[in-house]
């Protein structure tokens, strides 16, 4: 009996003591595994660090470094400070392809060859120790103990150029719009998926059943889109992400220094005349004169307005027919003096006025125009003739681009019996305008005059014409370069076709070297729409988008959502894409693809496949990093831009025009893988306690700011 007891007691005790061990060891763990992850916050922090080390604390307006994209791929913690002792180092590796690993997951497969190499190099340095510094006062004198909690290491992977699975594509692959929109994005041309899978994909995740899909993680969205028949994809996605972040704003050089806020032209005309000064001190900052800024403020309401009245006649940019030729002939018949009187003749002048107009528009004119005019002629020696008053004279139907033109004036025959002349002189004075019912919507604001030359012993007919260089500038009082003035013998001039009225051709070679225009009639729907627009006097210039003296309005201005903000503040972009990224060909090459390359909103016609939208977007980036959108353009050239052949100014502007609502240069985006091991005892262990988590990280490029987007804690 006391033996079994002593036995029981003794088998008690000794559990007491196995069990309190196990507690012990088992509490020391979870110890160990909080430690670790707490650490892993201390590993993200230092990897935050590194980044605000590496491109600048304060963005841009650092002092020193700042950058507005990141000059490498991926990079990973390294330090030369400690020497792994492990005889294993692919055990370091934070992706080690050689088992299972669920860090792997969350690797874009665009970058996949350049996250491996980083991880692979110079593994063993990849550790930071993380030591807690103890400081004691002994007899005055400072003391700093170190005890080495443990160590962390982080991979980080730059996916700031990739597209946002959650806002890019939409499920129509047919229609694609003017790139207002990231559901513009054609994602159905990207490599990684299947035939239909991105139309497919982009259909299930914005009306799925049972609800809408909104991927979290890289992770999820393989996991989400791989099974059964939703199976979009060839392979890993490899040009996706799952977030973007851009507010707006440009990055000024100028003092002040720092982010400039844009100015909003959204709305009507009635909209954009309530904060006119706000829009033209913006023409102002994106480097036009303040006579320049007026014109393309009272263009830009013409544009957007929904009548055909000029807001300034001396720059007209409305659908309206234009004066652009004036001709008069002069037929003069000569005979023997009717009265008898010697030396005299008899000349009947017979003088014709014609006028051409042009409608350089693509859309059809709305309403009926009419021409009026009045004409004086005066033969020195001769005559002197009335004023002869004309109109109105209807103008008839317009075709786009048309010339059609009218005889205006033809006074009856009167002879005149004069002493004989050497040569006859008929010098016409002409003003014009062409009229909207009352409304004058072109003129000529200095008479046109013109001087014909007739042989005075024979019959002949003599022509003399002017010809418009560029007929937005009628009514110019400045401009008195205009008109070109010729005559002859010939009808050598133009009615009915293109001037000739520059030497070598219809422009100068600082021009658009295009003549065709659009009117919109209605509110912007891409910034590049001001690429329409006259500033100057100077014939066939409009507001340039690309070149090295491009004017940088995709900067200044913005279009928001709401049409009574009057400065970009209250806007956030997503699922834009930003195209300073050298790595991810395909995801800047798809905001191009499928894009109409056409002269105005609607046309049609010419479409850039993707495999010319990839050789575009090589194009850009040769050109390098780019601080502002407008540098897009800055550093391209007219012999960039290869389809379709042969294309004109506009069709170039349309590279701009249909993408402006989809890039951005103010988003930059890391995914962040880290590992914490834990030091028990101060020492680091063979076989440490650890933990890994991916961090998804936004960064401002302008000014530097960071924050975590989200953070995942892994399994392995």
């Known amino acids: 009996m006391v033996l079994g007891i002593l036995s029981v007691m003794v088998l008690m005790a000794v559990a007491f003591a196995i069990a309190m061990r196990t507690e012990r060891v088992a509490a020391g763990n979870y110890a160990d595994s909080v430690r670790a992850r707490q650490l892993v916050q201390a590993g993200l922090a230092r990897a935050l660090d590194d980044l605000a080390g590496k491109l600048g604390t304060n963005g841009l307006g650092s002092a020193f470094g700042g950058t507005n994209y990141p000059p490498w791929d991926v990079t990973n913690s390294y330090t030369i400070n400690y020497t792994n002792t492990s005889t294993n180092a692919n055990v370091l590796k934070l992706l080690a392809l050689n088992r299972a690993n669920e860090a792997t997951n969350f690797v874009p497969r665009a970058l996949w060859v350049a996250a491996t190499n980083a991880d692979s190099l110079s593994a063993s340095n990849h550790w930071l120790l993380l030591d807690s510094l103890i400081y004691t006062n002994n007899d005055g004198i400072h003391l700093a103990d170190s005890n080495c909690m443990g160590r962390v290491k982080y991979l980080i992977v730059n996916c700031s150029g990739l597209l946002d699975a959650n806002f890019a594509g939409r499920a129509n692959s047919v229609i694609r719009g003017m790139g207002t ?104 900052r994106a480097g ?177 014409w002017a010809e418009c260089h560029d007929p937005r500038f009628n009514a110019d009082p400045d401009n008195t370069n205009q008109w070109r003035k010729q005559s002859g013998t010939l009808p050598s001039y133009t009615l009915g076709m293109i001037n000739s009225t520059w030497p070598g051709g219809l422009f100068p070679a600082d021009s658009d070297g295009d003549a065709k225009m659009f009117v919109a009639n209605q509110p912007l729907r891409s910034i590049a729409e001001l690429g329409y627009l006259v500033y100057t006097n100077a014939p066939w210039k409009t507001v340039k988008l690309y070149g090295a003296t491009l004017h940088p309005v995709l900067d200044i201005f913005g279009l928001s959502t709401n049409t009574s903000d009057i400065l970009m503040t209250n806007m956030v972009y997503r699922g834009r894409v930003n195209c300073s990224s050298n790595y991810a060909l395909d995801a800047t090459a798809v905001v191009f693809a499928d894009m109409p390359v056409d002269q105005y909103p609607g046309e049609g016609g010419n479409v850039l496949l993707m495999p010319a939208a990839q050789a ?34 506009l069709q170039k502007e349309a590279y701009f025009r249909n993408t402006g609502g989809l890039l951005n240069v103010r988003q930059n985006l890391f995914t962040i893988i880290i590992e914490a091991q834990v030091a028990s005892g101060g020492n680091i262990p063979r076989n440490p306690v650890r933990q890994r988590a991916v961090a998804l990280v936004w960064r401002d490029p302008y000014t530097g700011e960071m924050f975590v987007r989200s953070i995942k804690w892994l399994r392995d």
């Open 181 to 284: 929109n990231p559901s513009d994005i054609a994602i159905w041309e990207m490599p990684e998926f299947t035939p239909a899978g991105g139309a497919t994909f982009a259909n299930r995740r914005d009306a799925g059943a049972p609800s809408t899909y909104r991927y979290e993680t890289l992770e999820e969205l393989t996991a989400l889109t791989s099974v059964d028949i939703w199976s979009h994809f060839k392979e890993h996605p490899s040009n996706l992400t799952v977030y973007s972040y851009a507010p707006p704003g440009y990055w000024v050089t100028n003092p002040p220094v720092g982010v400039g806020t844009q100015v909003n032209l959204s709305g009507s005309a009635s909209d954009l005349i309530n904060r006119m000064s706000e829009i033209t001190n913006a023409f102002v």
């Open 288 to 464: 036009f004169s303040q006579s320049e800024s007026g014109v393309l403020f009272s263009n830009l309401i013409d544009y957007v307005d929904s009548d055909p009245i000029p807001t300034n006649l001396e720059c007209c940019v409305e659908n309206v027919p234009m004066i652009n030729e004036v001709v008069v002939s002069n037929n003069v018949v000569v005979a023997n003096s009717s009265g008898g009187t010697a030396g005299n003749k008899d000349y009947t002048i017979n003088p014709a006025v014609y006028v051409e107009c042009w409608y350089p528009f693509f859309s059809a004119p709305v309403g009926l125009f009419d021409l009026w005019g009045s004409v004086t002629f005066d033969a020195p020696g001769i005559f002197t003739a009335p004023a002869v008053n004309f109109g109105p004279m209807p103008l008839g139907a317009f075709a786009p681009g048309g010339f059609p033109f009218r005889i205006c004036c033809n006074p009856p025959d009167v002879p005149h019996d004069v002493l004989q002349v050497t040569t006859v002189k008929l010098v016409s004075s002409i003003t014009l305008s062409v009229k909207l019912n009352a409304e004058i919507v072109d003129q000529i604001t200095i008479p046109i005059t013109l001087t014909n030359e007739n042989d005075g012993a024979n019959n002949s007919v003599s022509y003399a």
């Open 616 to 649: 575009f977007a090589e194009k850009i980036f040769s050109k390098g990093i780019f601080t502002n959108l407008s540098d897009v353009g800055r550093n391209l050239n007219s012999a960039d831009f290869t389809f379709p052949a042969g294309l004109n100014e």
